[in-house]
């Protein structure tokens, strides 16, 4: 018989004496004396048998379905699970496969005796788990009623005693003073929020973990933790008081629901506008109003151009109306369009016609050929023959005349474009960003925005098409008012 082995140690069984060697070393014994052959040995080092999600027990209950083994072998049930409802489910899974679950060092087995002992061991192994469970929350929570801590140190702390043997954090951070400094400064409302995490950068604090100081109130001297329901003042000093950071945390809260700025996206046709002052192109970016209504606008790093999307957006779309041609080539090319479809329709229906005759005709020759037969003109062979030649034929006019021909479905749609492409202005609002920006490269004239006159103007011998400027130097001084956008190729 093919035999299993599995094997778990956690820290706790390594100190007891429990060793994945000795474990193994019982299991050999155990199958040498009932004649069984290991078909393969899996192991958990260091896991806990809390949860069945471990590699080695996955892997072992795999080879006991893919080997087809008899037995799964265990040094004792609580190494395969210590929790009551996994142990039975593993038990049954085993069935399934025709594998049986053997203890070594416990009297398991199919009789329902056994059975009941092997759920009863399960059961007394998960109680024993949910006590040391317990009795390690216990302890916790009463180191930190004192001010303990019981975790790992987060970054810029490092674990120490007291000399009463309570678990506490020591500041480690070789650039403590800044730290308290940027933490201090944004407490009091000194520096933003983007400026403070630059400063963490400047210490030696990734992204990651300079967003989750401010997520941590151990750096105000503060416990928080979900094994007591206020807030614990910590035995050993944080790097500003308490009072500093729930003010701080206060502050955090407003600033990280801001929206961010110059995020970009594809709802942003027009940046492929620059400003000729400082030569940046357009960012569209999302601002919230005093209201706390969202709303996108352009604007240049220079402060030239802040404008909303939708003026823009309008303004750009005025200038194009002067573009008549292109709006008349569109309407023309989908009319060309509608007139072939109504030439389908046409023929269509001329050739329904005649269908409907040759249908007509056929009818007419089965019922001459029906009286025929039967005043004995014709014997009975040739009747059948023809018969079914004109059936044939008939049924052939028939399904010539049920294909589909969606040409109507397509005339609607078409005519439908025609009445969206009557304007330039319905050609614009029916784009997407997309499009958008594909049709301004496609028109191939700059865009210049007049801040005075609130218009864009397209097309202008002051700029060339791959935005290079030709206006001189002293030009510019003529156009004090003036904010010329153009269209970056």
């Known amino acids: 018989m093919k035999a299993i082995a599995y094997t778990r140690v956690s820290s706790d069984d390594q100190i007891k004496g429990t060793s994945l060697g000795t474990q193994l070393a019982e299991i050999k014994t155990y199958c040498a004396h009932h004649d069984l052959r290991i078909a393969g040995h899996f192991e958990d080092a260091g896991e806990s048998a809390k949860t069945a999600d471990r590699p080695g027990l ?84 009463a180191t930190l009623l004192k001010g303990g801590w019981v975790w790992m140190a987060p970054d810029g702390f490092k674990q120490a005693r007291r000399p009463d043997g309570l678990p506490v954090l020591e500041i480690s951070h070789q650039d403590a003073p800044k730290l308290t400094a940027l933490l201090t400064t944004y407490a009091s409302g000194s520096s933003s929020l983007e400026a403070t995490i630059r400063g963490f950068h400047a210490i030696g604090f990734d992204r990651v973990k300079a967003s989750t100081i401010f997520r941590q109130p151990i750096y105000g001297g503060i416990i928080r933790t979900k094994l007591s329901k206020v807030d614990i003042q910590a035995a050993f000093p944080g790097f500003i008081t308490p009072e500093l950071w729930y003010k701080l945390e206060s502050r955090y809260a407003v600033d990280k629901r801001q929206p961010r700025r110059d995020k970009p996206s594809a709802d942003f046709p027009l940046t492929l506008c620059a400003c000729s002052v400082c030569g940046s192109r357009l960012k569209g970016s999302n601002a919230r109003s005093a209201t706390g209504r969202l709303y996108a606008y352009y604007r240049c790093p220079g402060g030239h151009v802040n404008l909303k999307a939708g003026d823009l957006d309008a303004a750009v779309c005025e200038a194009l109306g002067g573009l008549a041609y292109l709006a008349g080539k569109l309407k023309t090319a989908v009319e060309l369009a509608v007139a072939h479809l109504q030439s389908r329709a046409k023929d269509k229906a001329k050739a329904e016609t005649k269908r409907e005759k040759e249908a007509a005709a056929l009818r007419v020759k089965l019922a001459t050929l029906a009286e025929r037969y039967i005043e004995g003109d014709i014997d009975k062979p040739t009747y059948r023959n023809l018969q079914t030649k004109y059936n044939t034929a008939l049924a052939g006019i028939q399904a010539e005349g049920l294909q589909s021909d969606n040409s109507l479905e397509m005339l609607g749609q078409a005519c439908e474009i025609v009445e969206r492409f009557k304007s330039i202005r319905a050609v614009w609002d029916n784009m997407d960003a997309e499009h958008k920006k594909k049709l301004l490269q496609t028109i191939g004239k700059p865009v210049i925005y007049d801040v005075q006159n609130k218009k864009v103007e397209l097309g202008s011998d002051q700029f060339c098409i791959d935005g290079s400027r030709v206006l001189e130097a002293s030009d510019k001084v003529a156009l004090p008012r003036r904010v010329e956008l153009r269209l970056l190729g």
């Open 58 to 141: 996955i892997q072992a209950l795999d080879a006991c379905r893919k080997l087809k083994a008899d037995l799964l072998v265990v040094h004792r049930l609580d190494r395969l699970s210590r929790n009551a409802s996994d142990g039975l489910a593993i038990r049954a899974k085993l069935a399934t496969h025709g594998c049986r679950l053997v203890s070594v060092s416990e009297p398991v087995s199919e009789e329902p005796a056994g059975q009941f002992l092997s759920t009863i061991m399960f059961a007394a192994a998960q109680f024993d788990n949910d006590i040391r469970s317990a009795r390690s929350r216990s302890g916790m929570s």
